[in-house]
């Protein structure tokens, strides 16, 4: 059984400077409770892995706001004003990466890959300065994997062994962060027992899991 933690417990285990992995497309299969948590514990300096940083004080937003992250790599940050304030302002540093890419060198550093060749980008700015190798005539990208010190996922159902099953857009980027990190927290939903969830439902297995975020208590 893994044991259940509090999210401010999570957020504990999260130190300044960490590079962070943090799930959800939009805010949409974020975990809430951890990231609210992070920002009351004001952590400083972090380096956050997204797909997007959200709006002002929706998901990933709310670290933005909040001052707590110095760097954003993420494949688009158009939907958070903020974000992009803090950019031109020399405040925080970002790294815009095709969305593809991405999710391949994530995929990438969870495989134990040094990386993936890509044509997206040749001859644009995103290529400056990247290393160019070719293959069957072809000219290739290569672009290295990306880990983090912590990776924070969000699922739909989680069962006590950290077993997770995840909904529509939340499988975009959740299943590769967890594999893709030293240390996976997850948050669920609901968290039923062992045995409810059919092996053929299920997306993370829980040895990718190292803590378990506890259910919410419901009033």
């Not at 939903?189 to 409810?196: R, T």
Request: net charge neutral; proline share 5%; charged share 15%.
């Amino acid at each position: 059984m893994r044991s259940a933690i509090t999210p401010a417990a999570a957020a504990e285990l999260v130190p300044d400077g960490a590079t962070v992995m943090v799930g959800g497309f939009m805010g949409v299969g974020s975990p809430h409770r951890v990231i609210s948590a992070l920002v009351a514990r004001g952590v400083r300096n972090l380096t956050v892995i997204v797909n997007d940083t959200a709006r002002p004080g929706v998901g990933v937003g709310k670290l933005i706001s909040a001052g707590c992250v110095a760097r954003v790599i993420a494949s688009h940050i158009g939907t958070n004003p903020e974000t992009q304030r803090l950019m031109l302002s020399g405040e925080i540093r970002v790294e815009l990466v095709p969305q593809g890419t991405l999710a391949e060198r994530i995929r990438a550093g969870g495989a134990g890959l040094g990386g993936v060749l890509t044509a997206t980008g040749l001859g644009t700015v995103a290529g400056e300065g990247r290393m160019v190798v070719q293959v069957d005539g072809h000219d290739f990208l290569v672009e290295p994997a990306l880990k983090a010190d912590i990776a924070l996922v969000a699922a739909r159902s989680a069962d006590y062994i950290g077993n997770l099953v995840y909904s529509l857009t939340a499988r975009n980027f959740n299943p590769l962060m967890a594999m893709a990190a030293t240390t996976t927290i997850a948050e669920a939903n609901e968290v039923v027992p062992l045995g409810v969830l059919s092996p053929d439902v299920i997306h993370t297995p829980g040895v990718l899991i190292d803590y378990l975020v506890e259910r919410p208590q419901l009033i």
